[in-house]
């Protein structure tokens, strides 16, 4: 009986283990990462076709596809001696600075897209005490204050396509 359920982390253990038993892991040429990123296409056409016909086991199975192939572009760049773990982290504090908990940067982000003729509104999260910048489209989009992050430290230097 399995007592802790199969999470993401697993799928990527997995999938290292999978593209190092097939070589996969150490193809670094420009040409392998070409040839990673026509397969991630080819999953996202599947989840595409999944939303078309309403399919929602191709749904999932084109979701968890993708992440396999987005588990290896990790992998290989690991392998290359980048510090993705790092570079993870820094995204990810960095998307979470897209939420403001200044009412006026938020209306002040609202009338800048406007007047560039994008559509944004501002919602309150109370959970979190953030405003949450949306288009009309569902995208999050950043405050007029946000700052880029630079993950240019978690690439060794001389590393290149």
């Excluded at 086991?57 to 968890?64: P, T």
């Excluded at 403001?100 to 406007?114: E, G, H, L, Q, R």
């Amino acid at each position: 009986m399995k007592l802790i359920d199969y999470c993401i982390s697993d799928l990527v253990c997995d999938t290292n283990e999978f593209n190092s038993i097939a070589g996969n892991d150490t193809k670094l040429t420009k040409q392998d990462y070409e040839a990673q990123y026509k397969v991630l296409l080819e999953e996202v056409h599947e989840i595409e076709e999944a939303l078309d016909t309403d399919n929602i086991v191709e749904l999932v199975d084109g979701v968890i596809d993708a992440l396999v192939v987005i588990s290896g572009f990790v992998q290989k760049l690991e392998n290359q001696g980048i510090n993705m773990s790092k570079a993870m982290e820094l995204i990810a504090e960095n998307n979470l600075s897209k939420y403001t908990m200044n009412a006026y940067v938020a209306d002040m982000s609202v009338a800048d897209y406007k007047s560039k003729g994008i559509e944004v509104v501002s919602e309150f999260n109370k959970e979190h005490c953030v405003y949450v910048l949306r288009d009309t489209n569902g995208k999050i989009r950043k405050p007029n204050n946000f700052k880029s992050v630079d993950i240019s430290d978690c690439i060794p230097e001389g590393v290149k396509l």
